[in-house]
């Protein structure tokens, strides 16, 4: 079975054979947009009798889906990756691709694209819709299937939380002659953009917001390649005029400010209710230092589409930039919550094995792919709930945790008390309500109580002493006990009421002069992480005061005020459950990074090493990114890559800041292992990619000639180098900016 394997490339093998296309078939009615990627059907034989065939199967994208033709010739090129036998005397059987079938999802028709190929024999193409009947492919349909797999390649090319096993990625685009086919495809196509869907955070899909406007977008603006987008979308404009907010973002991307504003101007006398034009204006004042103008127009974007997230995140965004935090977060409050549906997948089959060809000129640099050690974690980091969130509610978390990073937490918790009702105010007018019920009813009873019936019919009431005398026994005691001393006794024992289980939780706030005494006391780190003047040498069990939902201390509950004097709602609304939710995500996260920032403090102090595990380092890396805590997050990650744990995502996120801060060294030794790991799980693309942008994003300013250098001077061996300079050549090849200096 060995020499049944290919030698290259990954594959599953069936059980039983033919079941992967069964199991494709049986559910693509759940295939909700894009679809998932290609799948690559074969059958293996050694043309023996009493030799079973063997099926297996592998997941693609990036091939040219646009005939029958060239997905045939993808599976032929297949039969070239068996492995040889060992010698002319071997015995064991030799494998051939006795038959293939390739399965390319339709996401504007909704169908299955199939191609049949016998060797030797022929090809035969169809379609399968949703119900498993066979239909002819028509020229529009293999239209449609070419672009369907060129933006799954390109949207699916390098996310992080898209991971399948035996995932083959190709450049979906390998030359110029390509391209010019990509824009022509996209033009033809472009009014039916809306039916392949829309990122997660988009309600509605539109005709600018989409699946295919965004896989234009990435593509084209990833290199800063804006004139090919700013083309297409000049001649769509012609026909929708909502596209102008896309070709004024092509031109701002390029540069050209005036003209930009000119296409803005025009267009909003047309489209004046377009959300997504008045998102790129608002964006175009903001880099000019103009938010207050911005904020208008991101208020005018909320009223043109208020059932969209994306123009509630763009006013909470400019209110926290104009500090009016207590605006912001009800603006938060606000945003429309959408239930995530992640990337169509296909359903898991059982196989027999699982075939993934190491390759040893990569691997070498890297460190051996198995379980150990520095795979294993404290059951308190891998508890953390803010890494599951996912489509709108991490957009909303990021945003809470902007808040937090720049008004710190305590100050979080008194604007939201500021802004929300807290449970423990609704619990003191409730219970003034009802105290003031009890009362009238009493005295509706008294009154019904002093009233006599007498034999002829005639009603008359008691004497007026003896009514004084009720009125004393009654109302007035149910007045008094509505008094401040009964509200005073209430304040202060209402909470030792509320049951622990209660599903929503108390918040408490500490007073400054609280914080204050803590601070000076213990000089241990504040909640956001930010060390305080006068740290002593030993730091003990840092505390981040945990989000309960009263937002009164014990001063005031002992406060002889009345309840009406001490809470209104008036000003104040109801925080949604999910933002409430949210505040304890957040809690977490901040209770976990001050302990660990204070055990850093107390180490360092004591002159000891602080160890970790390779993947604990990687969570606090992460966890720091999400705080906004860049330098500590960049040090967790250089300690995590000092490890033995196998993972890309700290050489990737060291990538990406490194790239940021322009240190060429740095980041082409981060490119180095980040290429590497992604060629050894079969990403073999170029661009669109993390390693890719970072490289174009340097050869703006370098040019690629002083990268191409230092790859030179460190001496890699062929096979990595290679890998590292088709990044400089797809940049050649398409004349990205840098590329010819």
Known sequence: MTDAAFKDIPELFEVDVGEALTARTECLATFRELGPPDLCHVVKSTGRTGQRDLGSFHYVSGVDASSSASLAAYINSLTYSLEDSLAWFSKGPTWKVRNGCYCCFNAFSRVDVRVDVKIPGGVNAYVVDLRGERHEATPEIWQETYMSALLRAVLYSDDPSYWIDAYRKLDPITSSEGEVRFLQVAEALFMKGWQVGSDPEIQVATVVSNHLTAGILKYFGGCGRWQQAANLFEKLSAREPEVASLLARSYLGMNEEVKAVQIMSNAIKHTPRSYTLLHVQSDFLRSKGKADWALKLAKEAVNCAPSEFVTWEKLTELYIEMKDYESALLTLNSCPMFTYNGRDAHRLIPTSRVHLPLKRQISDILPERQKLEDDEADPALLRLPAPGLRGTWARAYALLTRLVSEIGWDELLKTR???????????????????????????????????????????????????????????????????????????????????????????????????????????????????????????????????????????????????????????????????????????????????????????????????????????????????????EAKEAYQRCIETSRYSQKPWAKLLEMYAEEGDITRTVQAAIRAAAYQHADFTE?????????????????????????????????????????????????????GYDF
């Open 417 to 631: 008390s500021a802004v929300f009702v807290m449970e423990e105010e609704y619990r003191m007018q409730k219970f003034q309500a009802d105290v003031q019920n009890t009362a009238l009813k009493q005295q509706m009873r008294q009154e019904a109580a002093s009233t006599v019936i007498h034999e002829d019919g005639t009603i008359s009431r008691l004497s007026e002493s003896a009514t004084l005398t009720a009125d004393d026994d009654a109302s007035i005691k149910g007045v008094r006990g509505s008094g401040g001393s009964k509200a005073s006794e209430l304040d202060g024992n209402v909470e030792e009421a509320v049951s622990p289980s209660d599903s929503i939780p108390i918040i408490r706030v500490s007073t400054e002069s609280d914080i204050e005494r803590e601070l000076a006391e213990s000089g241990r780190t504040t909640p956001n992480g930010k060390d305080t003047d006068g740290a002593t040498s030993v730091i003990t069990s840092p505390i981040v005061e945990r989000p309960l939902t009263a937002a009164a201390n014990e001063k005031a509950e002992s406060s002889p005020t009345t309840p009406q004097e001490a809470f209104s709602f008036t000003n104040k609304r109801l925080c949604e459950r999910w933002l409430d939710n949210l505040f304890m995500v957040l809690y977490e996260d901040l209770r976990v990074w001050t302990i660990f920032r204070a055990e850093v403090a107390h180490f360092k102090t004591q002159h000891v090493a602080y160890r970790k595990t390779g993947m604990e380092w990687e969570i606090l890396g992460d966890l720091g990114v999400r705080l906004h805590h860049k330098e």
């Open 685 to 737: 693309l170029t661009y669109p990619t993390l390693i890719s942008r970072c490289f174009f994003k340097l050869g703006e300013i370098h040019g690629h000639a002083k990268i191409s250098f230092t790859l030179l001077s460190m001496g890699l061996s062929e096979p990595i180098l290679k890998i590292m300079d088709s990044y400089l050549q797809y940049g050649k090849s398409f004349k990205v900016e």
